[in-house]
């Protein structure tokens, strides 16, 4: 089993963007800890970064992309992602 460590910033958007080291095997990640070289946050993570590892590898995270039909009501339908990105685009382009 390959198991190697690496190091990022937390995603979360926070003004904090605490260090993270991460313990991946096998191409999974096992382990998430705070970065003790990172400048700020100096090895401590606040109860988002702690709760991340859950968060990805939650059974009933979104992985794919959906639309609400229709539209408020609450029920979701899974669409391909040319689908999801032709939406996109064209709530962008200018008139």
Not at 21 to 39: C, M, N
Not at 60 to 87: F, H, K
Request: proline residues 5%; positive net charge.
């Amino acid at each position: 089993m390959a198991s190697k460590f690496c190091r990022h910033i937390c995603p979360r958007n926070c003004y904090n963007t605490c260090g993270l080291v991460s313990l991946v095997e096998d191409r999974r990640i096992t382990g998430l800890y705070g970065d003790p070289a990172h400048g700020y946050s100096r090895g401590h993570l606040c109860r988002f970064g702690y709760r991340y590892l859950d968060l990805f590898y939650h059974p009933e995270r979104v992985i794919y992309p959906l639309r609400q039909v229709p539209r408020g009501s609450g029920n979701w339908r899974r669409i391909s992602w040319d689908e999801a990105y032709e939406l996109i685009a064209g709530k962008m382009l200018v008139e």
